[in-house]
């Protein structure tokens, strides 16, 4: 079962812009660290932005720092993340992933995979030149 669920991915020009989408059917996200990651075939997945349960911390890779911004609504059980000034290095598969959390302050590297207990199917993002 599908713990969660991305959408907004599409293709779109160089320097365009999306909003990405990640819900839960089943868990409360309220209570967990979320994570867009991105992948592109025959690569590792990638960390990009990370959100604490409460929406207070927010991190973000160097890649995206600037361009990308996360956000979430606890009460619509929705994190989401707008991508500006796309590139056609942003293009990728993109994951968001959940991570129990009892603080709120991300304690360790939240680029670390493993940690991680629920992940979605993943949204393309595709960015032509």
């Known amino acids: 079962q599908t713990q969660l669920v991305e959408s907004g991915g599409g293709s779109v020009q160089d320097g365009g812009s999306l909003r990405l989408y990640c819900t839960a059917p089943?868990?409360?996200?309220?209570?967990?660290?979320v994570t867009w990651f991105r992948q592109t075939p025959g690569n590792e997945r990638e960390a990009v932005a990370g959100?604490?349960?409460?929406?207070?911390?927010?991190y973000y890779s160097d890649s995206v720092k600037d361009r990308f911004t996360i956000a979430r609504r606890n009460s619509n059980n929705t994190i989401w993340m707008q991508i500006n000034s796309l590139k056609p290095e942003d293009t990728a598969m993109y994951y968001c992933?959940?991570?129990?959390?009892?603080?709120?302050?991300?304690?360790?590297?939240?680029?670390?995979?493993?940690?991680?207990?629920?992940w979605g199917q993943g949204t393309q993002v595709t960015v032509s030149s």
């Open positions: 992933a959940a991570k129990l959390s009892t603080l709120d302050k991300f304690r360790g590297d939240w680029t670390e995979l493993p940690g991680y207990a629920y």
């Open positions: 089943v868990i409360r996200l309220a209570n967990h660290f």
């Open positions: 959100i604490s349960p409460t929406g207070l911390y927010q």
